[in-house]
């Protein structure tokens, strides 16, 4: 269980409720109840449970590594949505389009490879939210990848979605993806970024291979919002089915059936989980990006 500061906080309509609102930019619809076998995700040398998390900053014990990564990642994505404020001081806020910046710099760097310390996973969020070693999971919410559900010119960033969607294709067979796989939604965590004026970011979400995530979740076919679950998302970062129903969280998806398109997964300051953010830059006070050695 979560420790004592960390237990659910009653949503009241607040500033930080708002600015949860205002990610997901979508409105009620109707529910549907749809079940599909999901999808394993890749092997990956991102263990379940890390020992301890440590929130993205200027300083603290792990200051040289968040340094020397921002100078890196900010010489890459200067003048795009990714680059880093510099700061001598205090946490740092994230968004996705950040994180996707770290990502591709640790990844493309063999001294920052050699810290072994990256952002967390969905996966691994959930069990260090179980576990009691999330860093101040009451205070923030933090972004964890994409989910694509459609490729609709009419959905949610379809520039974005067409892109990673063309990285997917490429690398198919490196990720044990079927044709038919790749026309499901997918929740893709650890994406990367290159540098592209053309999308709205002015970066082009891409897979890096080893790294990047790509799997199918059962609980993507249960179109609707609001539904309750009970315990962790310690599949893939989502409840499975048979969770849903009852519980002290929430899980919202889009309340469509189509032109969905590509939406942010992020965990809520409340804990409840989202895979229906519209948002991929969205900065609020409270977005925040987890680290942990691998």
Aim: hydrophobic content about 35%; cysteine-free; aromatic content about 10%.
């Amino acid at each position: 269980m979560p420790k004592a500061g960390a237990q659910k906080i009653s949503k009241m309509v607040n500033k930080r409720f708002l600015q949860t609102a205002e990610r997901w930019k979508n409105p009620s619809l109707p529910k549907e109840k749809i079940e599909r076998v999901k999808i394993k995700t890749q092997n990956s040398v991102f263990p379940d449970l890390p020992n301890e998390s440590f929130i993205f900053s200027y300083d603290g014990p792990h200051k040289d590594f968040f340094q020397e990564l921002i100078t890196k990642n900010n010489k890459v994505y200067s003048g795009t949505n990714a680059k880093i404020p510099t700061g001598t001081s205090g946490e740092i806020q994230g968004n996705l389009i950040k994180r996707m910046g770290l990502i591709s710099t640790i990844a493309n760097d063999s001294n920052l490879r050699s810290y072994n310390l990256w952002p967390i996973t969905a996966t691994q969020s959930e069990y260090l939210l179980q576990a009691g070693k999330l860093s101040h999971p009451e205070n923030n919410w933090e972004d964890f990848g994409m989910v694509l559900y459609d490729r609709s010119q009419n959905g949610w960033n379809p520039k974005e979605a067409q892109a990673i969607y063309e990285s997917l294709k490429k690398h198919r067979q490196d990720l044990g993806l079927s044709q038919s796989d790749l026309e499901s939604k997918l929740i893709i965590v650890n994406v990367g970024a290159e540098v592209d004026s053309s999308m709205l970011y002015n970066v082009r979400p891409k897979v890096l291979l080893g790294i990047t995530q790509v799997y199918q979740h059962e609980v993507l076919e249960k179109v609707g919002e609001d539904t309750s679950f009970d315990g962790y998302g310690l599949n893939g970062g989502l409840p499975l089915l048979k969770q849903l129903g009852s519980g002290s969280r929430t899980l919202y998806i889009p309340g469509v059936k189509s032109e969905i398109g590509l939406r942010l997964l992020f965990r809520g300051w409340d804990h409840d989980l989202v895979a229906r953010g519209g948002g991929l830059a969205y900065s609020g006070d409270n977005g925040r990006v987890n680290f942990a050695f691998l």
